[in-house]
């Protein structure tokens, strides 16, 4: 079973930054692909970005090219989101994930693992 701990959400003024960061213990890390997830107030969970097992692979949601960067650091088994230029609508639960493979994959139900989410609210 590996457990995923999301943080650094918060909240911050429309066209600040933040960063969140998704950890785990657990070594085999490097062998998932992860995604990061987002689920605004009574909406679905959508998929914002992904990564393959070695970094070298992405893949973002069309609303946040260019503001957005997901990368990974395999050797603290840690995932990274910065957000930049932040807007209200990216409001929302933020969910990192992690699927078996290295496969990027924009569907959740195909991902293995999940963390408890973390909240940003973007202040107009």
């Known amino acids: 079973q590996v457990q995923l701990v999301e943080s650094g959400g918060g909240l911050v003024q429309a066209g600040g930054s933040l960063r969140l960061s998704c950890a785990t213990s657990?070594?085999?890390?490097?062998?998932?692909?992860v995604g990061w997830f987002r689920q605004a107030p009574g909406k679905e969970r959508k998929f914002v970005a992904g990564?393959?097992?070695?970094?070298?692979?992405?893949l973002y949601e069309d609303s946040v090219k260019g503001r957005f960067t997901i990368s990974r650091d395999n050797a603290k088994n840690t995932v990274y989101l910065q957000m930049n230029n932040l807007k209200p609508e990216d409001t929302a639960v933020y969910h990192c994930?992690?699927?078996?493979?290295?496969?990027?994959?924009?569907?959740?139900?195909?991902?293995?693992?999940w963390g408890q989410g973390t909240q940003v609210t973007v202040s107009s």
């Open positions: 994930a992690a699927r078996r493979g290295d496969y990027i994959h924009t569907v959740e139900q195909t991902y293995n693992y």
């Open positions: 657990d070594s085999t890390f490097s062998a998932y692909a």
């Open positions: 990564l393959n097992r070695d970094g070298a692979i992405t």
